[in-house]
């Protein structure tokens, strides 16, 4: 039976800002979906606030709300849009809480909607845990297998401790309801622990409730992926296996597919479980996702939980397998069933088959724990990764060496030189869990551990432990090999070692080690991922590599560009490269090329077979860069690489590549280079007659004293040589310095440390534009809210500029033509300024796409990503115009007077770490990066867009209340005005006494209330602190003085996050955010597409 | 076909060199696995990713060098309970990364001791894939595997696999089916009697029919339609097997008979194959066979899908879209694969007949075709009423 016919328009909902267990996953999920139902010829609506998503590329939906999240604005879309049916499946946790709010509220039936995809019973079922033990016990009572842990309800903290007795004691684990990425879930050994997770759990629970449940740590975990038709077809499409036994998130888990450690009728009992539980649930259609876990004793099984939507296994599992889950849940959500749906791959055999898979595949997560030095990196039930990494192999170690190697993080890959140290502590390292754990086990294992002793520490799997044995023996040949000879090569190859690590065990150099390799023949060949295992031919280019014996990359004729993608999703490196990366091979197909993206992140568009003529899953090292394009030179003609939009990985390999004679199409090496070194840059900008802020380079304390008085307190230190802001601090005077200096304590012996004059008080500018060596195209000019010092992707900005008039623009026009001109770019420039005072002083500048692009580009109405990879590739920005890829006319600096205003907002991860005493990490923004995401709210005035900005990271401002403000000494002038304003608002304001001082000397009436370091008063008035964590507090403004748990402020804003109130930890947030609350006191706040946002300005373009 | 010596265990490069010869006279190298020594037989490649020990006991694979797809084989060892028949019947087992070591609660012991003990000759270290294609694209064909320190030189080895039969006209139920009947009781109450004609049989078709109360008497191939009414069967069941349909004059004799008394009868793989003979369709063999446990199979009476096991290189050809005369009334097919539109079932309209020529049994493999067994007991219980 095909498509249903009563539906002609559907509104999607989007996942929101990238947050640690909600990430790029959902953009890829989300953009199949909509062009799937979009080229079913349904009305496709969308909602995601998410301006760095391909989804919310205009082109993707009809119509594309960037708006908030909420039930409230999604309600506004719903009247003005009238759509038939709501999908709600592919959005993650917020999509499915948003249109069960939505459903409670009554609004889906008062505006005729239907939900499609799911039921609502089928949610509650899935999602709520008292619901889904009875789903569980239903199916062992129907099929006999199947159980859940034997748990606990709890609805308060009487009820938690109750709970513990009635489970026979600690460990428990401790599961919120209706929490995404098992936010503020966790094991409780004691009744402290027990009370702060709980405790926690119950206030992040949308229901109040928490599960208690017995511990099933280190028992066999897997998941199976799951699809269900209208017809009750159901497939289980993926089987994956957790490298680390339960106790670790699986988000947190390295996992390989296909599962590796069960018997036939093992596996099968699981798939009965799945099927017999996705029936129970009542998914209509789609995808779900259920996890097991399996007593590797005597084979008992527990169901711990399902999705009864898309998730970010299921992403995993449409690029592990080739079946692209979202896709095919979006057609069977309106009407088709599997039988119906053609397999991409083969093209011939339908999809109601289940993938067999002829290969392994190892995903790693990617953690960022360095950006938050005090939180507690043990790995438990609660999601910490910020990325992760997957690679294929024709076995375990091949897979798992090139996953470990894709992380790109120093370390991360087996390490065979120098001493493993002490067994025994390796061991007990390894006991606990923990980001790097499996090379704690290697180097165990090299210490001379047992399996047994690995076993017993670790409790992973015994098969997986004898293959990380099989690989430590090949290293030992390695070592012992009288020469690198064709066959311990060969054999090095097989088991996924690379060139890096052969020369580290040879005591080599990569290239010679690769150069010999080259010489003896042992070179990679690429097998095609199929779903089938080759039993049909395969129709898609999807290859992996392998030191196997055939290749199947056929030749081909049209010349081919190679865009290399950016890697596993990281603080500071996200989906905003993919994002450029996907753009540029859109474009480059539609002019005639064959693209070829290479990335090894399978939450991305950029890694969907459907997105290039080719896709190459590798890892982004120089090695596995350098074989792919030799294997694609081998193919046909290639006109090029792409460095440029993926961010500072491909960027880092450009000079290596281009020595190895490869061809590097945009900015060259050289020019990278220029932009990166100091020095160099310097010279640039003397030339260019453009200030920079002093600075100075210390190999030494009393040097960088020196250095620091000189340029004059405040001054931003850093270790020279870093990205993303990495150890980047401002200090304001010598002692802080001096205990700078002590806590990197070893740094400056090994780096010098660059000093910068901190610009108190600037406003940082961003820029994005165009070069093509002859014309520049000021992409757009943002201006940060936050001041300068703060990492331009934490900061919130808005584009256009608000406070920058037609002579700024021109200065900032006139300088980035310097730069772009001075650095030699083809493509994109980013550069960051900062205005102090009235003068423009030049910060950075990046020759290669930014965070911002698809930022600016979705605010402008404008494909810079897709411009830049065609000029990179020789095109003119004039032909461009001339095109229509770019305006006629004009550009990101001659925006309209009326264009609407693009307010961008960071999303930060505090809430989902501890430091090791249970307490949450500070929330101050600094020269560090650590935000996750973004979101972008779009209106018309300044005021507007700001607060939809808010709303969509964190929840709406309030609009009324009790607001709490506290600002260090150097922010007290600047808040009194905002201050005033809130009260006009109807806020009634709280202050710790020297500020409630400082406000009622300019005539602003605010209540005392006790710091925490005061303590409870003696009639028991509740410090600040109380007063959060009771509820009774809106609104929060703490703006710092330093970092780190010793002051007041830390618990202030520690309890914030907790009870998720807003809070601002800047004035310039303070006097946006009151622009934010007097726009929504004013009312009707609508919503506008980026369609009608983009014919809009089109207009009044021309 | 097998001739073996025993072999050393599989520890990193200790094992022997050995090479994998196609009769199109491709090769592949790699290293001994199992027993050392010679085999021949065709090659076919199966793509579960579970159930190897299922596989190789699965008396079909009679005659057959089995290149398993999934490269990671072994891990689980090999456990008591599992096991399809009583022997290993696969000739050759050719594999890329077999496990080092065991790991699951229930094994016993290595699937390497196994197959050596066994003397099953097999090769591991290959492009399993680049073979798989290779047979994907000539089709299944004869092979020879070669292991050990002293191996023929390639034109012998050559020689020798062309002069192993071909699977095409290969009479083989008799070689792997019992010689003595046997009963397997019902499980709980038993409410029917079963003769089962044993072409090959597995062991977990007798079991799901006990399972239904059903006391199963298994009957060697050579069994005529009197020793079949001799157990007062209340259906008659024509088991899966190897070799070449067309080869099976005497089961299609007794299958004709028993449709002749109108018994309720059911047939899983060769029983299908000897059922569409029976009604007087023709077989012919496939390019290179349906193996694996993942094949779409469409009900065509409820429009269902089911995934399945199949182990199948030949196929009924029966018109798909039209219901045919036969000797026994009305017949069509009741199953089709959707991958290739093979069929995979039959059925009688006017009488209480159906078969299959996948594995309802599912060892391995998915269960969801286990009610075809309900089916059958319904039947019977038509029948009795």
């Given at each position: 039976?095909?498509?249903?016919?009563?539906?002609?328009?559907?509104?999607?909902?989007?996942?929101?800002?990238?947050?640690?267990?909600?990430?790029?996953?959902?953009?890829?999920?989300?953009?199949?979906?909509?062009?799937?139902?979009?080229?079913?010829?349904?009305?496709?609506?969308?909602?995601?606030?998410?301006?760095?998503?391909?989804?919310?590329?205009?082109?993707?939906?009809?119509?594309?709300?960037?708006?908030?999240?909420?039930?409230?604005?999604?309600?506004?879309?719903?009247?003005?849009?009238?759509?038939?049916?709501?999908?709600?499946?592919?959005?993650?946790?917020?999509?499915?809480?948003?249109?069960?709010?939505?459903?409670?509220?009554?609004?889906?039936?008062?505006?005729?909607?239907?939900?499609?995809?799911?039921?609502?019973?089928?949610?509650?079922?899935?999602?709520?845990?008292?619901?889904?033990?009875?789903?569980?016990?239903?199916?062992?009572?129907?099929?006999?297998?199947?159980?859940?842990?034997?748990?606990?309800?709890?609805?308060?903290?009487?009820?938690?401790?109750?709970?513990?007795?009635?489970?026979?004691?600690?460990?428990?684990?401790?599961?919120?309801?209706?929490?995404?990425?098992?936010?503020?879930?966790?094991?409780?050994?004691?009744?402290?622990?027990?009370?702060?997770?709980?405790?926690?759990?119950?206030?992040?629970?949308?229901?109040?409730?928490?599960?208690?449940?017995?511990?099933?740590?280190?028992?066999?975990?897997?998941?199976?992926?799951?699809?269900?038709?209208?017809?009750?077809?159901?497939?289980?499409?993926?089987?994956?296996?957790?490298?680390?036994?339960?106790?670790?998130?699986?988000?947190?888990?390295?996992?390989?597919?296909?599962?590796?450690?069960?018997?036939?009728?093992?596996?099968?009992?699981?798939?009965?479980?799945?099927?017999?539980?996705?029936?129970?649930?009542?998914?209509?259609?789609?995808?779900?996702?259920?996890?097991?876990?399996?007593?590797?004793?005597?084979?008992?099984v527990i169901v711990i939980e399902m999705n009864p939507r898309v998730s970010r296994s299921s992403a995993l599992a449409s690029k592990a397998t080739g079946f692209p889950i979202a896709k095919i849940a979006a057609r069977l959500a309106v009407g088709y069933t599997l039988d119906e749906i053609p397999n991409d791959i083969t093209e011939q055999t339908p999809a109601s088959f289940e993938p067999t898979l002829d290969y392994v595949v190892v995903k790693v997560p990617r953690f960022a724990f360095e950006k938050f030095p005090a939180a507690d990196a043990t790995l438990t039930t609660t999601m910490k990764s910020v990325g992760e990494a997957m690679a294929i192999g024709r076995n375990f170690p091949e897979a798992l060496q090139k996953a470990l190697r894709s992380l790109e993080k120093k370390g991360s890959q087996f390490d065979f030189a120098g001493e493993p140290g002490d067994k025994a502590a390796l061991l007990e390292k390894a006991k606990v869990p923990t980001d790097g754990r499996i090379n704690t086990v290697m180097q165990a294992i090299r210490a001379g551990a047992t399996p047994e002793e690995v076993f017993d520490a670790t409790k992973i799997d015994p098969w997986f432990v004898d293959q990380l044995f099989l690989v430590k023996e090949i290293a030992d040949e390695i070592a012992g090999a009288e020469k690198l000879g064709p066959e311990i090569l060969a054999d090095a190859k097989r088991y996924g070692f690379s060139d890096a690590q052969i020369a580290a065990v040879r005591g080599l150099r990569e290239d010679v080690v690769r150069e010999v390799r080259h010489a003896l023949g042992v070179r990679p060949v690429y097998k095609t991922v199929d779903t089938c295992a080759a039993e049909f031919a395969a129709k898609t280019p999807y290859f992996y590599s392998s030191y196997d014996e055939e290749s199947e990359v056929a030749p081909r004729e049209k010349p081919a560009v190679i865009i290399l993608g950016s890697g596993p999703n990281r603080i500071g490196q996200g989906i905003e490269f993919d994002y450029s990366c996907v753009h540029a091979s859109f474009a480059l197909s539609e002019a005639g090329y064959e693209t070829v993206m290479v990335n090894c992140n399978p939450e991305t568009v950029s890694?969907?077979?459907?997105?290039?003529?080719?896709?190459?899953?590798?890892?982004?090292?120089?090695?596995?860069?350098?074989?792919?394009?030799?294997?694609?030179?081998?193919?046909?003609?290639?006109?090029?690489?792409?460095?440029?939009?993926?961010?500072?990985?491909?960027?880092?390999?450009?000079?290596?590549?281009?020595?190895?004679?490869?061809?590097?199409?945009?900015?060259?090496?050289?020019?990278?280079?220029?932009?990166?070194?100091?020095?160099?840059?310097?010279?640039?900008?003397?030339?260019?007659?453009?200030?920079?802020?002093?600075?100075?380079?210390?190999?030494?304390?009393?040097?960088?004293?020196?250095?620091?008085?000189?340029?004059?307190?405040?001054?931003?230190?850093?270790?020279?040589?870093?990205?993303?802001?990495?150890?980047?601090?401002?200090?304001?005077?010598?002692?802080?310095?001096?205990?700078?200096?002590?806590?990197?304590?070893?740094?400056?012996?090994?780096?010098?440390?660059?000093?910068?004059?901190?610009?108190?008080?600037?406003?940082?500018?961003?820029?994005?534009?165009?070069?093509?060596?002859?014309?520049?195209?000021?992409?757009?000019?943002?201006?940060?809210?936050?001041?300068?010092?703060?990492?331009?992707?934490?900061?919130?900005?808005?584009?256009?500029?608000?406070?920058?008039?037609?002579?700024?623009?021109?200065r900032l026009r006139a300088s980035t033509e310097a730069i772009a001109k001075g650095v030699g770019v083809r493509g994109l420039i980013n550069i960051q300024f900062a205005m102090a005072g009235d003068i423009l002083y030049v910060l950075e500048a990046n020759p290669r796409a930014s965070r911002t692009v698809p930022f600016t580009s979705k605010a402008t109405a404008v494909p810079l990503a897709k411009a830049a990879a065609r000029i990179s590739l020789g095109a003119t920005i004039a032909e461009l115009r001339a095109e229509g890829l770019l305006p006629k006319t004009g550009d990101g600096g001659t925006l309209p007077l009326d264009a609407p205003i693009s307010v961008k907002e960071a999303v930060m991860p505090w809430s989902r770490f501890r430091d090791v005493h249970g307490r949450g990490v500070d929330t101050v923004l600094g020269p560090e990066m650590r935000s996750t995401g973004e979101v972008m709210g779009i209106d018309s005035v300044f005021g507007t867009a700001y607060a939809k900005s808010q709303a969509g990271a964190y929840g709406a401002l309030p609009t009324k209340g009790r607001a709490f403000v506290s600002v260090a000494n150097r922010d007290k002038r600047s808040m009194i005005f905002p201050a005033r304003e809130l009260v006009a608002h109807g806020f009634e304001l709280l202050a710790t006494s020297g500020t409630a001082e400082v406000l009622r000397r300019n005539g602003i009436n605010a209540t005392v209330v006790r710091k925490q370091s005061e303590g409870e008063g003696p009639n028991g008035e509740k410090t600040i602190v109380q007063l959060i964590h009771a509820g009774e507090v809106d609104l929060i403004v703490n703006t710092p003085y330093g970092t780190g748990g010793r002051l007041d402020g830390y618990d202030i804003r520690t309890a914030a996050v907790a009870r998720s109130v807003p809070c601002l930890t800047t004035v310039q947030a303070l006097a946006a955010a009151v622009q934010g609350i007097e726009a929504m006191n004013r009312g009707d706040v609508g919503v506008r597409s980026l369609q009608e946002h983009a014919e809009h300005l089109t207009a009044a373009r021309d | 076909?097998?001739?073996?010596?025993?072999?050393?265990?599989?520890?990193?490069?200790?094992?022997?060199?050995?090479?994998?010869?196609?009769?199109?006279?491709?090769?592949?190298?790699?290293?001994?696995?199992?027993?050392?020594?010679?085999?021949?037989?065709?090659?076919?490649?199966?793509?579960?990713?579970?159930?190897?020990?299922?596989?190789?006991?699965?008396?079909?694979?009679?005659?057959?060098?089995?290149?398993?797809?999934?490269?990671?084989?072994?891990?689980?060892?090999?456990?008591?309970?599992?096991?399809?028949?009583?022997?290993?019947?696969?000739?050759?087992?050719?594999?890329?990364?077999?496990?080092?070591?065991?790991?699951?609660?229930?094994?016993?012991?290595?699937?390497?001791?196994?197959?050596?003990?066994?003397?099953?000759?097999?090769?591991?270290?290959?492009?399993?894939?680049?073979?798989?294609?290779?047979?994907?694209?000539?089709?299944?064909?004869?092979?020879?595997?070669?292991?050990?320190?002293?191996?023929?030189?390639?034109?012998?080895?050559?020689?020798?696999?062309?002069?192993?039969?071909?699977?095409?006209?290969?009479?083989?139920?008799?070689?792997?089916?019992?010689?003595?009947?046997?009963?397997?009781?019902?499980?709980?109450?038993?409410?029917?009697?079963?003769?089962?004609?044993?072409?090959?049989?597995?062991?977990?078709?007798?079991?799901?029919?006990?399972?239904?109360?059903?006391?199963?008497?298994?009957?060697?191939?050579?069994?005529?339609?009197?020793?079949?009414?001799?157990?007062?069967?209340?259906?008659?069941?024509?088991?899966?097997?190897?070799?070449?349909?067309?080869?099976?004059?005497?089961?299609?004799?007794?299958?004709?008979?028993?449709?002749?008394?109108?018994?309720?009868?059911?047939?899983?793989?060769?029983?299908?194959?000897?059922?569409?003979?029976?009604?007087?369709?023709?077989?012919?063999?496939?390019?290179?066979?349906?193996?694996?446990?993942?094949?779409?199979?469409?009900?065509?009476?409820?429009?269902?899908?089911?995934?399945?096991?199949?182990?199948?290189?030949?196929?009924?050809?029966?018109?798909?879209?039209?219901?045919?005369?036969?000797?026994?009334?009305?017949?069509?097919?009741?199953?089709?694969?959707?991958?290739?539109?093979?069929?995979?079932?039959?059925?009688?309209?006017?009488?209480?007949?159906?078969?299959?020529?996948?594995?309802?049994?599912?060892?391995a493999g998915p269960h969801d075709a286990a009610y075809l067994f309900d089916r059958f007991v319904s039947l019977m219980e038509g029948q009795r009423a």
């Amino acid at each position: 039976m095909p498509k249903r016919t009563d539906i002609q328009s559907v509104l999607v909902i989007g996942s929101g800002p990238i947050v640690i267990g909600q990430a790029a996953e959902f953009d890829y999920s989300g953009t199949q979906a909509c062009r799937v139902l979009k080229s079913e010829g349904l009305r496709v609506i969308l909602v995601n606030s998410n301006p760095a998503t391909i989804m919310t590329d205009p082109e993707i939906a009809d119509a594309t709300y960037v708006e908030p999240i909420t039930p409230e604005f999604v309600e506004k879309i719903i009247a003005k849009e009238r759509p038939d049916a709501l999908l709600p499946t592919l959005g993650g946790q917020t999509a499915l809480n948003t249109a069960i709010s939505l459903h409670e509220a009554g609004t889906l039936e008062k505006y005729g909607v239907e939900l499609i995809g799911a039921n609502v019973e089928a949610i509650n079922k899935g999602e709520d845990r008292d619901l889904f033990k009875e789903v569980v016990e239903a199916v062992r009572r129907k099929i006999g297998h199947g159980e859940s842990a034997r748990s606990v309800i709890c609805h308060s903290m009487d009820d938690v401790l109750a709970g513990v007795e009635e489970l026979g004691g600690y460990p428990v684990v401790v599961r919120p309801s209706f929490t995404m990425g098992g936010a503020g879930s966790g094991f409780a050994h004691d009744e402290d622990e027990l009370r702060r997770i709980a405790g926690q759990g119950l206030t992040l629970s949308p229901t109040t409730e928490v599960l208690l449940e017995e511990s099933i740590l280190g028992w066999k975990e897997y998941e199976l992926e799951l699809m269900r038709d209208k017809n009750d077809n159901v497939v289980v499409v993926c089987s994956i296996e957790n490298f680390d036994p339960m106790g670790v998130h699986t988000g947190d888990s390295i996992t390989v597919a296909p599962s590796m450690t069960l018997t036939d009728r093992e596996y099968q009992i699981l798939r009965d479980i799945g099927i017999a539980v996705i029936r129970e649930v009542g998914v209509d259609t789609g995808g779900c996702n259920i996890q097991f876990a399996v007593n590797p004793e005597d084979g008992r099984v527990i169901v711990i939980e399902m999705n009864p939507r898309v998730s970010r296994s299921s992403a995993l599992a449409s690029k592990a397998t080739g079946f692209p889950i979202a896709k095919i849940a979006a057609r069977l959500a309106v009407g088709y069933t599997l039988d119906e749906i053609p397999n991409d791959i083969t093209e011939q055999t339908p999809a109601s088959f289940e993938p067999t898979l002829d290969y392994v595949v190892v995903k790693v997560p990617r953690f960022a724990f360095e950006k938050f030095p005090a939180a507690d990196a043990t790995l438990t039930t609660t999601m910490k990764s910020v990325g992760e990494a997957m690679a294929i192999g024709r076995n375990f170690p091949e897979a798992l060496q090139k996953a470990l190697r894709s992380l790109e993080k120093k370390g991360s890959q087996f390490d065979f030189a120098g001493e493993p140290g002490d067994k025994a502590a390796l061991l007990e390292k390894a006991k606990v869990p923990t980001d790097g754990r499996i090379n704690t086990v290697m180097q165990a294992i090299r210490a001379g551990a047992t399996p047994e002793e690995v076993f017993d520490a670790t409790k992973i799997d015994p098969w997986f432990v004898d293959q990380l044995f099989l690989v430590k023996e090949i290293a030992d040949e390695i070592a012992g090999a009288e020469k690198l000879g064709p066959e311990i090569l060969a054999d090095a190859k097989r088991y996924g070692f690379s060139d890096a690590q052969i020369a580290a065990v040879r005591g080599l150099r990569e290239d010679v080690v690769r150069e010999v390799r080259h010489a003896l023949g042992v070179r990679p060949v690429y097998k095609t991922v199929d779903t089938c295992a080759a039993e049909f031919a395969a129709k898609t280019p999807y290859f992996y590599s392998s030191y196997d014996e055939e290749s199947e990359v056929a030749p081909r004729e049209k010349p081919a560009v190679i865009i290399l993608g950016s890697g596993p999703n990281r603080i500071g490196q996200g989906i905003e490269f993919d994002y450029s990366c996907v753009h540029a091979s859109f474009a480059l197909s539609e002019a005639g090329y064959e693209t070829v993206m290479v990335n090894c992140n399978p939450e991305t568009v950029s890694t969907d077979y459907d997105t290039s003529d080719r896709l190459y899953f590798e890892p982004l090292t120089l090695e596995d860069v350098l074989e792919i394009v030799h294997a694609e030179t081998q193919a046909g003609p290639v006109a090029g690489v792409i460095v440029q939009l993926g961010g500072q990985t491909p960027l880092g390999l450009a000079q290596a590549l281009k020595d190895n004679g490869v061809p590097i199409v945009g900015t060259s090496p050289e020019a990278i280079d220029l932009a990166e070194e100091r020095g160099a840059f310097g010279r640039v900008l003397t030339e260019a007659g453009l200030p920079a802020p002093k600075y100075g380079t210390a190999f030494s304390f009393d040097e960088a004293k020196r250095i620091a008085t000189e340029i004059g307190y405040p001054v931003m230190v850093r270790p020279s040589y870093v990205l993303g802001g990495r150890g980047m601090e401002i200090v304001y005077d010598e002692p802080s310095l001096g205990e700078y200096l002590t806590r990197h304590a070893g740094l400056i012996d090994r780096h010098p440390v660059l000093i910068d004059r901190f610009l108190d008080d600037a406003i940082e500018i961003d820029v994005d534009a165009l070069y093509d060596g002859h014309e520049l195209y000021l992409g757009g000019v943002m201006e940060h809210i936050e001041e300068a010092g703060i990492h331009s992707g934490d900061s919130a900005c808005a584009l256009p500029p608000i406070t920058l008039g037609g002579f700024d623009i021109k200065r900032l026009r006139a300088s980035t033509e310097a730069i772009a001109k001075g650095v030699g770019v083809r493509g994109l420039i980013n550069i960051q300024f900062a205005m102090a005072g009235d003068i423009l002083y030049v910060l950075e500048a990046n020759p290669r796409a930014s965070r911002t692009v698809p930022f600016t580009s979705k605010a402008t109405a404008v494909p810079l990503a897709k411009a830049a990879a065609r000029i990179s590739l020789g095109a003119t920005i004039a032909e461009l115009r001339a095109e229509g890829l770019l305006p006629k006319t004009g550009d990101g600096g001659t925006l309209p007077l009326d264009a609407p205003i693009s307010v961008k907002e960071a999303v930060m991860p505090w809430s989902r770490f501890r430091d090791v005493h249970g307490r949450g990490v500070d929330t101050v923004l600094g020269p560090e990066m650590r935000s996750t995401g973004e979101v972008m709210g779009i209106d018309s005035v300044f005021g507007t867009a700001y607060a939809k900005s808010q709303a969509g990271a964190y929840g709406a401002l309030p609009t009324k209340g009790r607001a709490f403000v506290s600002v260090a000494n150097r922010d007290k002038r600047s808040m009194i005005f905002p201050a005033r304003e809130l009260v006009a608002h109807g806020f009634e304001l709280l202050a710790t006494s020297g500020t409630a001082e400082v406000l009622r000397r300019n005539g602003i009436n605010a209540t005392v209330v006790r710091k925490q370091s005061e303590g409870e008063g003696p009639n028991g008035e509740k410090t600040i602190v109380q007063l959060i964590h009771a509820g009774e507090v809106d609104l929060i403004v703490n703006t710092p003085y330093g970092t780190g748990g010793r002051l007041d402020g830390y618990d202030i804003r520690t309890a914030a996050v907790a009870r998720s109130v807003p809070c601002l930890t800047t004035v310039q947030a303070l006097a946006a955010a009151v622009q934010g609350i007097e726009a929504m006191n004013r009312g009707d706040v609508g919503v506008r597409s980026l369609q009608e946002h983009a014919e809009h300005l089109t207009a009044a373009r021309d | 076909m097998t001739t073996s010596t025993r072999g050393s265990s599989s520890q990193r490069n200790k094992a022997l060199p050995a090479v994998l010869v196609l009769e199109d006279g491709r090769t592949f190298s790699g290293r001994a696995y199992g027993a050392v020594g010679e085999t021949f037989g065709e090659a076919v490649f199966s793509t579960g990713m579970t159930g190897y020990q299922e596989t190789l006991t699965d008396p079909s694979y009679h005659r057959q060098v089995v290149v398993m797809t999934a490269p990671h084989i072994g891990n689980t060892g090999v456990n008591d309970e599992d096991p399809e028949s009583q022997r290993i019947w696969v000739a050759g087992y050719v594999v890329r990364d077999p496990a080092r070591i065991p790991s699951n609660w229930r094994s016993v012991r290595s699937l390497d001791e196994e197959l050596t003990a066994q003397g099953v000759v097999g090769i591991s270290g290959v492009d399993t894939r680049a073979l798989t294609r290779h047979l994907r694209e000539r089709g299944a064909m004869r092979v020879g595997i070669f292991s050990g320190d002293a191996l023929p030189d390639a034109g012998t080895m050559l020689a020798k696999v062309r002069q192993a039969p071909e699977m095409k006209g290969a009479d083989l139920s008799a070689q792997v089916a019992t010689k003595e009947a046997y009963v397997v009781p019902a499980i709980g109450e038993k409410k029917f009697t079963v003769a089962a004609v044993d072409l090959g049989i597995k062991g977990m078709t007798p079991h799901r029919m006990a399972e239904r109360g059903i006391e199963v008497h298994v009957l060697p191939a050579t069994a005529t339609v009197e020793d079949v009414y001799a157990v007062d069967p209340d259906g008659v069941f024509f088991s899966n097997g190897p070799g070449d349909p067309a080869t099976a004059d005497h089961p299609v004799s007794v299958m004709r008979g028993v449709l002749a008394r109108k018994t309720p009868l059911f047939g899983i793989c060769f029983g299908n194959q000897i059922l569409g003979r029976a009604l007087g369709f023709g077989t012919y063999k496939l390019k290179y066979g349906h193996r694996g446990i993942n094949q779409p199979v469409q009900d065509r009476t409820t429009g269902k899908v089911e995934v399945t096991a199949h182990n199948h290189g030949f196929a009924v050809d029966a018109p798909l879209d039209k219901v045919s005369d036969t000797p026994f009334g009305h017949a069509e097919v009741s199953h089709v694969c959707l991958n290739d539109n093979v069929v995979e079932g039959l059925h009688l309209l006017d009488q209480p007949a159906f078969s299959v020529q996948y594995h309802p049994e599912a060892a391995a493999g998915p269960h969801d075709a286990a009610y075809l067994f309900d089916r059958f007991v319904s039947l019977m219980e038509g029948q009795r009423a």
